[in-house]
């Protein structure tokens, strides 16, 4: 996994799949007050990366904010099963897995918290391959369980 933090410190890009072979050492010290995180390129995390993942999150100073954008359905998922996946951070926008019935294609378009509070739109299209409609590819109560803590509401 590649983890790329911008010369100003303001935006950290995180890329590949997130393994115990991931080193975040090095980072924490350097993230300080309000941190984009592009999280779209996140593709595969194993439960060894999430344990690493969980200590970095854990060991943030204090004063890092930190913002996950775009992210990945792998983010998504672990986000929906590890209560501490993101500690204080909080979700800007997620990608949303769409498939094409038709011809197999695929999208992943990035949703905002206010588009993502109107629910999931099942379908979306049409597919710029065949012209058939794209259908939602997950589950979408679960796959947005993680809103209700991002909103400030308590889980059930
Ligand atoms: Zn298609």
Redesign the pocket.
Known sequence: MGCALSADGRRLTLTGPLTEQVDFSALPERLDGDVRVDASGISRITSAGVVEWVAFITHLPASARLRFEACSVAFVNQLNTVRSFIGDGRVESICVPYL?P??G?SEEPVMNLEQLEAGLPLTRGP?A??G?SLELDVPPDDYLAFLARELGEPLI
């Open positions: 094409c038709g011809c294609a597919c391959t065949c058939a």
